[in-house]
Every structure is written in structure tokens, then in C-alpha cells.
């Protein structure tokens, strides 16, 4: 039989798709299943490249793609495709979520670093709190007590675990029915639910919408069109590092709102 890939026919492609779906429903088919793991295999390689991207050096790509694999197997074990949500967005989830299970894990954030992040944390909540807008490196500076030297580098190597920590306030828990209903429109089934999801959502979007003008613009070209960094420099026509720092600048900015408004 040849490989997925090699059928020309869009229609062909899906009439395969669905058989080995078929087969290998309740794990019966260990045959279908690795098939399905290697046509879908190149979703890995895209969450752990998007993922990698502001990782320091030490973290091997690797290591990534390993677990977004586990991810992969995860997911073709666990679809559910009654609920309505198309296969390559819950294998997205559930690839990244096995990827940054593996960064958590690892624990390669250095402690020190941890703690000048609460710091620059806490006091972008003070400063929202208390003036209504983001403070700058050099007011963040003057409120932690840090060198703006110090704020930059922090916002350079902390970019992962801010993602992590508004990825929790944002989706809350994802157990499996999460999975799945956050891809698809459940609002007659979990009006309440649904509810809460869109009042999160609102509360991002409105955070996003007070960043400041570059912030905002790199977070909704590399969340929003998919850019990656060096792309969103060329856009802005700045260095792909600064651009780093912007996202990293951007993505604190909007821990500290957004964590502060659902604890309110």
C-alpha cells in the first residue's frame, strides 16, 4: 500500500484518512495507527519549531520533537472526533502541551531568574493597577530595584515560563473534555462554560488591545498570522533579538493584566 503522502486526490487522501481512523479505533490496528502517526508526524516538527524558537541553546530540538511525538501518540489514542473538533487542532494541543510538559520538567530556568520574574511580574500589576497603562523597562527598573540591564535580560530568558503561566489563566485545566470542547462550540451543551471561556478570552483581548503599539503588533503577527521572529523584525525593521524582547516584553505585560483581573 503507498504512503498517505504519495495520493495525489484530495478526495483519495480522506477516503484513506478515515479508513485507518476506522481501524484504528480502540487500538486494534497497531498497523493503522503508525501510519496515522506518520502522516501527521510534520505537525510535530511545527510545534516544536514555533516552541524552539525563543528557547536558550541548551534545550535540544530534539528533545522537543521526542515529546511532541508522545503528544502525537497521545492524541490518535484519545480523538474523540464526536465532539466536532478537526483532528490537527487537538493533536496541535495536545503535542505542545506534551512539548512544554517536557520544558517544565527539565526545570532549565535558572532559579535566580524565576525570582527577578515575579518581581518584573508584580510590579507590571502595581503599576497597571495604579496607573491604568505598561510601564516601561525603565519604570519596571525603578520599581524592582533592578538595573534595566537586568529587566531586558530577565524578559530575554523568561519568555517560555510566562507563555506557560498565561496559557493556565487563559485555558484553566484541560482535561480531555476541555481538549475538545475548546475547539468547537459548546455553548448549548456548557452555556456556563462557554460563558467563562468567553469572558477569558475577552480579558485577553482587551489586554493585548492596551499593549503598546510594537508589543501589540508582535503579538498579533506571531500568535495572529503565525510570523516568526525574524519575519516580524523584517515587518517592523528592527533585529530578530529585539523582536524577541518586544514578545517577551509583551507576553509579561500581559501575565501580570490578565492575572490580575481574574484574581479580582
Known sequence: MPDIAQIRSTEDVEQELAGLWARAAGGADQ????????????????V?????????????????????VIGLIAAIERFDASHGAPFEAYAHLRIRGAILDELRSQD???RQVRARQRRITDAIARHSSQHGGYPSNAQIAVLTGMSEKDVAETLEQTWFSVVESLDEVVAGDADERSRHESLVDVAAADPEGSALARERHSQVVSAVAALPQREGDVIRLYYGDRMTLR?????????ESRASQLRSRALMMLRARVGSDLAA
Open 31 to 46: 498497523d493503522a495507527r503508525n501510519r496515522l502517526l506518520v502522516h501527521y508526524a510534520p505537525i510535530v516538527r511545527q
Open 48 to 68: 516544536a519549531s514555533r516552541i524552539a524558537a525563543g528557547l536558550p541553546p541548551q534545550v535540544e530540538f530534539s528533545d522537543l520533537v521526542s515529546a511532541g
Open 108 to 110: 532549565w530556568v535558572p
Open 231 to 239: 519575519e516580524i523584525g523584517d515587518v517592523l525593521g528592527v533585529t
